[in-house]
T-cell receptor, first 113, second 117 residues
Framework: SQQGEEDPQALSIQEGENATMNCSYK?????LQWYRQNSGRGLVHLIL?????REKHSGRLRVTLDTSKKSSSLLITASRAADTASYFC?????????????FGKGTMLLVSP | DTGVSQDPRHKITKRGQNVTFRCDPI?????LYWYRQTLGQGPEFLTY????????KSRLLSDRFSAERPKGSFSTLEIQRTEQGDSAMYLC???????????????FGSGTRLTVV
């Protein structure tokens, strides 16, 4: 079953604009991660935010986490055509001792030149 | 190549045939995961190895599926008597836990795309 649900399912923007994707989840977590997947390829780890953190930055990426609302957002600033990909949030389950991640269905981002 | 390697990249098989996929993780990563991803969905967990021990299996892993990781290095995922519903991308990921509880990120391979006809 999917733990996280991303919103929107698809997002189309112009180069230079910012892109915001949201993720909601259902159970308690140790951390939440965001991954990118180019068409037909494997996933690439972007950023991890722990449950006791509220905001984290990495380059053009900004992630927020609100554990009271069980939600997270990923902001990509000054988007580029190369950012076109699907973006997934993933949460681990503290009940599992093996750090198994549960992924959402993803947001498909299209950045037009 | 220091990434996670999966072989083959694509596999087309007839229904009822057996298939086997291979994953070579990053050498110092002791944790290895198999996931399955169908079109328009996120990856779904199949099974997990720590070194050579298979410690967790999803209910998605029916008795037609078997995974091994001999000697704690590469891993294989075998599907027996394939069905059309097995058509999916099969992803392998390895992890080197960093300092701190749960402080890690998966490194994924490029996946094996299986088509059952």
């Amino acid at each position: 079953s999917q733990q996280g649900e991303e919103d929107p399912q698809a997002l189309s923007i112009q180069e230079g604009e910012n892109a915001t994707m949201n993720c909601s989840y259902k159970t308690s977590i140790n951390n939440l991660q965001w991954y990118r997947q180019n068409s037909g390829r494997g996933l690439v780890h972007l950023i991890l935010i722990r449950s006791n953190e509220r905001e984290k930055h990495s380059g053009r990426l900004r992630v927020t986490l609100d554990t009271s609302k069980k939600s997270s957002s990923l902001l990509i600033t000054a988007s580029r055509a190369a950012d076109t990909a699907s973006y997934f949030c993933a949460t681990d389950d503290p009940r599992s001792g093996y750090s198994t991640l549960t992924f959402g269905k993803g947001t498909m981002l299209l950045v037009s030149p | 190549d220091t990434g996670v390697s999966q072989d083959p990249r694509h596999k087309i098989t007839k229904r009822g045939q057996n298939v086997t996929f291979r994953c070579d993780p990053i050498s110092e990563h002791n944790r290895l995961y198999w996931y399955r991803q169908t079109l328009g969905q996120g990856p779904e967990f199949l099974t997990y190895f720590q070194n050579e021990a298979q410690l967790e299996k999803s209910r998605l892993l029916s008795d037609r599926f078997s995974a091994e990781r001999p000697k704690g290095s590469f891993s294989t995922l075998e599907i027996q008597r394939t069905e059309q519903g097995d058509s999916a991308m099969y992803l392998c990921a390895s992890v080197l836990p960093m300092q701190g509880v749960g402080d890690y990120g998966y490194t994924f391979g490029s996946g094996t795309r299986l088509t059952v006809v």
